[in-house]
């Protein structure tokens, strides 16, 4: 019997996602060590206008001079806590809404997933726009909570299906029958075993979140300039394209490494934490 | 089996009910008053058009009243006056469903070409060199953002070998003075990057599923029994497992439409085209609300309408679930 430490190293890809996770975290956590230059700073607008990548700038420089390879790395730091934070919040609401759902009444059950089924139907990124049209100039706070706020729904059906799964399982009967009150039984019986189903989607989120933050800055209406975030670098590369292609294309790289590091993290812990495909 | 289509019908109009209910609670939700904003940026102060607005949306009244105003005027398809436009929302929205259309069809073709083929080759043999390789392909593109791999193709296929125009739905210049068929091959030759952008981030998740499938069936003793009675393995494979592998696929073409419009949001951005997804984008930065939810609640009831398609496709196909409900 391994531990699930030793399980979850075990796993070839769940390694290499954890790795790169790790990895990406810590270099946009320590950004400033990491980054040669400031990411607003304009460093010379004559003789390092648009350059191209070099050894004093990997990435090569933007249109206002501006280094891309530090604007990337700070960019990553805003992104990487967007998700995070956007995703904590979702997972919270998400898991509340399920468990009302789950032992709520009939009429309560219903209500919340048939709007549960009326907000997946508005394709995601058309949510957010609407959201977005009426709430202009959102600085970042109000951009996290944007996304968290429209992004629970999945998690609530699921954590509805589980605990309804639950419901029916022996241990809860007990302490049910012992008198546990509800709020009780949800954090000490429930909780722990909606865990898993719970972080394996929160550890997807982080990934799916970055690639929506991304759009919308990409948009312009996510992450505002000068700022940096993957997002808005890409945008703001795309006008150059034909002159100074490596503001758009290095900033994608990084958006892919880190949503694969995720899946595969994400993937891995699923079938590590699941039982039901060990 | 009547009753089970009118329940889905009556489901999904629900449902399309439900999206408009959220988008005006969402409208009252937001701080101060929808109609400001618009008022500031059009320079419209005063005009008809607002007045009309207001009364329209009479905001003077109780919010139950302007709920049920506003519910009924959806029903006869009134959503609202786009100020930018000076027009009906419904009038700017229509012209840009086609185009949206022939982007989605032709991107879900090419994602479901895709997506089946490695779904298939890797669900054939699960756990092989070939499946491993195949899954980190297909998660790799998953994780690409649309936007910056059409951007991509835009620099490769436009920018340096100039065989694909940079965006647009038709050449702007040359189009009207075409033949038929040189109008259509200029309309093939601007759709083609959009699409295949589009198509492949879809395939990811199409290769997943249809592994998944494939691998379910592949298990099942009437695969096992066709073995037994020494068929060859490209019978077997092509005429007894493909064919019951490929019908969750309908279901797919349900799951995958929310993803693919929202993909199309930015890949129209991206490419220029004169679709929901960009009408939607140019809106928001003009403010012009209407036009924005209007989008969002058309996009919604395509997706309910694609769900209900696809289920009732499921049903024509299957006809193990004729019987049951």
Do not use: C
């Not at chain 1, 190293?9 to 946009?28: D, E, K």
């Not at chain 1, 909780?191 to 979140?209: F, R, S, Y």
């Not at chain 2, 199409?206 to 393995?233: E, S, Y």
Request: charged share 15%.
């Amino acid at each position: 019997m391994k531990t699930f430490a030793q399980r979850l190293w075990w796993h070839r890809r769940t390694r290499a996602g954890l790795l790169l996770v790790s990895i990406l975290v810590l270099v946009a956590a320590l950004a400033p060590l990491f980054a040669p230059y400031d990411p607003t700073e304009q460093l010379d607008l004559v003789t390092r206008q648009m350059n191209p990548p070099s050894p004093a700038h990997p990435f090569g420089t933007d249109f206002f001079s501006r280094d891309v390879f530090s604007r990337v790395l700070y960019g990553g730091r805003i992104s990487l806590a967007i998700a995070f934070l956007a995703v904590f919040l979702s997972i919270t609401v998400g898991t509340i809404v399920g468990w009302l759902a789950g032992i709520g009444s009939r009429v309560v059950d219903s209500v919340l997933m048939r709007t549960v089924d009326a907000a997946l139907a508005i394709p995601r990124i058309f949510l957010l726009l609407v959201v977005l049209a009426l709430w202009n100039d959102v600085g970042i706070t109000a951009l996290i909570m944007i996304l968290g706020f429209t992004g629970w729904f999945g998690t609530s059906r699921l954590v509805r299906a589980e605990v309804l799964s639950l419901r029916e399982r022996g241990f809860i009967h007990a302490a049910h029958a012992l008198g546990i009150g509800k709020l009780r039984l949800f954090i000490r019986h429930l909780l722990p075993n909606l865990a898993a189903p719970v972080i394996v989607t929160a550890t997807l989120g982080v990934g799916h979140v970055i690639l929506i933050e991304a759009g919308l800055s990409f948009l312009g209406i996510g992450v505002r300039p000068p700022t940096p975030s993957w997002g808005s670098i890409i945008q703001e590369g795309q006008s150059l394209l034909a002159i100074a292609p490596w503001i758009a294309a290095f900033p994608g790289f990084a958006i892919v490494l880190t949503v694969v590091g995720f899946s595969l993290l994400g993937d891995g812990l699923r079938d590590t934490l699941d039982p039901r495909s060990r | 089996m009547a009753r089970f289509i009118a329940l889905r019908i009556l489901q999904a109009l629900v449902i399309v009910f439900l999206v408009a209910t959220l988008t005006f609670v969402l409208l009252h939700l937001a701080p101060g008053d929808p109609f400001g904003a618009q008022l500031e940026m059009s320079g419209l102060a005063n005009s008809e058009l607002l007045e009309r607005q207001r009364r329209n949306f009479g905001l003077d009244r109780p919010i139950y009243e302007q709920y049920v105003r506003y519910l009924s005027r959806l029903v006869r398809g009134d959503l609202g006056v786009s100020f930018a436009e000076r027009r009906p929302v419904w009038d700017a929205i229509r012209a840009r469903i086609p185009n949206t259309l022939l982007l989605a069809v032709a991107a879900l073709l090419i994602d479901f070409a895709i997506g089946i083929s490695i779904g298939v080759a890797q669900g054939t043999r699960p756990g092989s060199r070939s499946d491993d390789a195949l899954s980190l392909v297909s998660l790799t593109l998953f994780s690409i953002p649309v936007f910056w791999l059409g951007i991509m193709f835009l620099l490769i296929f436009a920018e340096a070998l100039h065989w694909l125009p940079a965006g647009g739905a038709t050449d702007p210049v040359a189009y009207p003075g075409l033949s038929a068929l040189g109008r259509v091959w200029d309309r093939l030759t601007h759709l083609a990057l959009p699409a295949v952008t589009l198509g492949l981030v879809g395939a990811a998740s199409t290769a997943r599923f249809q592994r998944a499938a494939m691998m379910d069936v592949i298990r099942q003793d009437f695969v096992r029994a066709a073995r037994a009675r020494g068929l060859p393995a490209r019978t077997v494979l092509l005429r007894h497992a493909l064919r019951n592998a490929l019908l969750p696929v309908v279901t797919l073409l349900g799951l995958s439409l929310p993803i693919l419009l929202s993909g199309a949001v930015l890949v129209e951005t991206v490419f220029a085209w004169p679709g929901l997804g960009k009408l939607a984008v140019d809106s928001i930065f003009k403010r012009d609300y209407f036009v924005v939810s209007g989008a969002a609640m058309l996009s919604a009831a395509m997706v309910v309408g694609g769900n209900l398609v696809a289920d009732l496709l499921y049903l024509v196909a299957d006809p193990r679930t004729r019987g049951e409900r």
